[in-house]
C-alpha cells in the first residue's frame, strides 16, 4: 500500500503512522458527523481513502481530517467517496428474473407488500424493481423503503435520472431479467439524460438512514441490501445481518449481492430459496 505520509523512509513506520490517522480520522468522524465507519473492511477503506485523498488534492489525512471536520460539505463529498455509490439498472438480470418468476408469485396473494432496498445508493436497484413490479401487477400494493447512508445518494435516488447513454445496456439487462415492453414507456429522454416515470416511485419513500447507527426496519416482506455488506468487516457484517433478518417476516425474503452469503445467527432462520441468486426466505411460522 503507498502510504498517504509523504516521506517516509521505512514503509513499516508509515504503515503504522497511517494505522494511527485512519483510526484517528474514523473517530473524529463519529464524534463530529456520528457515521461509524470503524468496523468496515479496513483494505477497502485505506483504498478508498488513497481515492480521497487523489481526488480531492489533499496532501495526508490529518488535513482531510481538519478539512472536513471544519466544513460538512466537504465532508458529505468525502462520505461519497468513502463509500462506494456503484450501481446498474437490473443489475445481475438473472436476479430480477428469480425476482419476477419466483418470489412475487409467492406474495401476490398479500393485500400490501413492505419492501426495503437497504442501500440503494443513486436508485437503480429501486427503478428496477419497480418495473418489475408494475409488470407484474404489484406496484399499488407496495410500500417502498429507499434508503441510503449518503445523503447525497438519497437525493440522486429521488431524481431518478440518469445519463442515456446507458439506455441500450440497461434494456438488454432488462430483457434478459424476463422483460418484454419497450423501455421508452417508462422514461423521458431529453438533452441526453432519462428520468424515469413519477408513477413509478408513488409508493416509495426515499430517505437518508444508516445500517450501522440507525433502527432497523420490521415486519419487512422484502429486504434487498444488495452489494453494501460486501465494505463491512466480519464482524460488523455479522451484526447487521442479524439486524436485516430480524426485520423479515416469516415467509419473507432477503436479497443479497452475488458476493455476499448470509450468515451469522439469523441464518438458522433462513433457507436458501434462490442459492444463486442469494435470495433466502424467512422460515415461516
Ligand atoms: C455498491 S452500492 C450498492 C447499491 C445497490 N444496492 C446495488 O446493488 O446496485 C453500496 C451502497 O451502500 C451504502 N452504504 C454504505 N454503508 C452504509 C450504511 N452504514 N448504511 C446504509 N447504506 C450504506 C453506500 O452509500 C452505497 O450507496
Not at 458529505?76 to 450501481?87: E, F, N
Not at 418470489?103 to 400490501?112: G, I, K
Not at 434494456?171 to 417508462?186: E, I, Q
Not at 434487498?224 to 439486524?243: D, S, W
Amino acid at each position: 500500500m503507498v502510504s498517504w505520509h509523504r516521506g517516509r523512509a521505512l514503509a513499516t513506520e508509515a504503515s503504522q503512522d497511517d494505522d494511527a490517522d485512519l483510526a484517528r480520522f474514523l473517530d473524529a468522524v463519529v464524534d463530529r458527523y456520528g457515521y461509524d465507519l470503524r468496523g468496515y473492511a479496513p483494505a477497502s477503506l485505506r483504498r478508498r481513502v488513497q481515492a480521497t485523498l487523489r481526488n480531492s488534492g489533499i496532501s495526508s489525512l490529518p488535513e482531510l481530517e481538519r478539512r472536513s471536520l471544519a466544513d460538512p460539505a466537504l465532508f458529505a463529498r468525502v462520505l461519497d467517496s468513502l463509500t462506494v455509490r456503484v450501481s446498474e439498472m437490473f443489475r445481475d438480470p438473472s436476479f430480477f428474473q428469480a425476482l419476477r418468476t419466483r418470489v412475487l408469485p409467492l406474495l401476490r396473494a398479500q393485500p400490501r407488500i413492505n419492501i426495503w432496498h437497504a442501500g440503494c445508493a443513486t436508485g437503480e436497484e429501486v427503478y428496477s424493481t419497480a418495473i418489475v413490479l408494475a409488470e407484474e401487477g404489484l406496484l399499488d400494493r407496495c410500500q417502498i423503503y429507499a434508503t441510503d447512508l449518503s445523503p447525497h445518494a438519497v437525493d440522486d435516488a429521488r431524481l431518478g435520472v440518469y445519463a442515456a447513454e446507458g439506455l441500450a445496456a440497461f434494456s438488454a439487462r432488462y430483457r434478459a431479467a424476463g422483460g418484454t415492453v419497450d423501455l421508452a414507456r417508462y422514461v423521458t429522454e431529453a438533452y441526453g439524460r432519462v428520468a424515469f416515470h413519477e408513477s413509478l416511485r408513488r409508493n416509495a419513500l426515499f430517505f437518508q438512514h444508516d445500517l450501522v447507527g440507525d433502527h432497523l426496519f420490521e415486519a419487512m416482506d422484502l429486504i434487498f441490501c444488495r452489494n453494501v455488506l460486501i465494505y463491512f468487516g466480519r464482524a460488523l457484517k455479522e451484526l447487521v445481518l442479524t439486524k436485516l433478518c430480524d426485520g423479515i417476516r416469516p415467509g419473507g425474503f432477503l436479497c443479497l449481492g452475488q458476493s455476499e452469503h448470509l450468515s451469522g445467527a439469523g441464518r438458522a432462520r433462513f433457507t436458501d430459496f434462490a442459492r444463486n441468486e442469494r435470495i433466502y426466505q424467512a422460515v415461516p411460522s
